[in-house]
Structure formats: C-alpha cells, structure tokens
C-alpha cells in the first residue's frame, strides 16, 4: 500500500504494543512453574503406580501361598486327629496300633515343616505389605502435591487470562477505526515476521530490527509524504515515523 493516515499509523504502533503484551501473556500461560512442576509430579506418580501394580501382584501372589500352606496344614492336622482318635479309642489290632503310631510321627514332621513353610511365607507377605503400605502413603502424599500445584496452576491461568481479556479489550478499542488497509498489511507482516508488524523509527534506527538504516535509504524515508507507509528495508517491517 502507499498511504494511511499518520495518526492510524502512529495508533498502530500501540496496537503492535498490545499485540506484543498478548504475545508475552501467552507465553506466560504455557511457561507457568506449576505446569513444569506438574510434569514432574506426573512423572513420580506413573512410577509410583508401576510399583504399586507390582507390590500389590506380589502381595496377592503371597495370599495366595499363604492360602495353600494353611490348608495344607489343616489337612495334616485334621489327619493327625482323626489317626489319634481311632489310635485312642483302642478298636485297632497291635499292627494297625504301630502303623498309625508310625504315620503320626511322619504326620508332625511333614506338619513342623509345613508350619515352617506357613511362617516363612507370611513373614514374606508381611514385609511386602509393609512396602505396599509405604507406597500407598507416598502416592496419596504426591496425589496431595498434585492437587495444590493443580490449584496453583488454575490460579495462574486465571490471572493471566483475566490479564489478556482486559488486553484484548484494549486492543479492540485502540484498532477500532484504524485505515483497513493498513490494518491488512500489519496482520499480513505480524503473520511472517514473528508477532511484529510495525515498528518506530527513531533517530536513524529501527525499533523492530534494532538496526540503522543508512544515509540513503533514511533521506529517502524522509523525503515522503508523512502519509506515505514506509517499510524497513532490513526487516521490512512497517515503520511509523516519530518526531521525537
């Protein structure tokens, strides 16, 4: 384009202000501490919660032995009861009376043993519910940090949302009325030029790029129409001429 009013120009300049304030809030919205610290807590509670599969399959695995060896127990015990009963009640001839006596002593070794077998693998589960009990207080302890950093993350977007409503109202405002034009060109700019359309010309310096424009191509700026839209010829961005 080839003219705007100098005063849309000059207004343009504080919509690339605002543009830059929302640009800055967003940045702020995705860098927030509590998201970092989320990913974090995220991280201990997967891991937390493979242990926690893995303890509570062990500690089931061990209920389970622990099942079998009180039954195998019982049922050494209720043989042991009734071979004394019928040893007891002296119905059984001398042979049979030597027999059961004989399989009584077999039936309180495999007992003894198997009661040995009983403790060991209760002592296991034990120690292994212990483990699953310190887990699950770990996890519930980090399900607590998750909340308050979730809050805390809620609240910043909360602030910061807030902060870029008022913005984008403000924005609206300063843009409303502004040469369409004009406007087309900055979006279009803003679009390739990473958030910055238009940028001030003071002194012989572009406050987009940073850089001095030489003699030539300043003279030449100078020289147009205080209408005329001019273009940075480093950056190219749009450049609002001030007079101070």
């Known amino acids: 384009m080839s003219s705007a009013p100098a005063a849309d120009q000059r207004r343009l ?7 830059t304030r929302l640009a800055q809030l967003a940045h702020k919205r995705r860098s927030l501490p509590a998201l970092a610290r989320l990913v974090e807590l995220d991280s201990r509670l997967a891991d937390l919660e493979t ?8 500690a089931s695995d061990l209920r389970t032995e622990v ?6 127990v019982d049922q050494v015990r209720s043989r042991a009861t009734r071979d004394q009963q019928r040893l007891d009640g002296g119905q059984v001839g001398a042979k049979d009376a030597q027999a ?21 693998v209760m002592e296991r589960l034990e120690a292994h519910e212990a483990v699953l009990r310190d887990l699950e207080q770990a996890r519930a302890a980090l399900v607590e940090d998750r909340d308050r950093v979730v809050a805390e993350r809620d609240a910043g977007y909360a602030e910061v949302d807030a902060e870029a409503a008022r913005v984008r109202a403000e924005r609206e405002r300063t843009a409303d009325g502004l040469d369409g034009a004009l406007v087309a060109l900055y979006e279009r700019l803003r679009g390739q030029l990473g958030g910055s359309g238009a940028a001030a010309l003071r002194g012989n ?6 850089l001095e424009l030489n003699p030539l191509d300043l003279e030449a700026i100078r020289a147009r129409p205080v209408d005329a839209v001019v273009r940075c010829e480093e950056c190219g961005r749009i450049l609002v001429r001030l007079t101070d």
């Open 13 to 19: 300049l504080d919509v690339q202000e605002l543009d």
């Open 205 to 210: 310096r572009c406050e987009g790029c940073r």
């Open 67 to 72: 099942a079998k060896a009180e039954a195998d």
């Open 51 to 58: 242990a926690l599969v893995t303890s509570r399959t062990a």
């Open 100 to 120: 059961l006596t004989s399989e009584l002593a077999s039936l309180a070794a495999r007992q003894s043993h198997l009661e040995d077998v009983e403790l060991e």
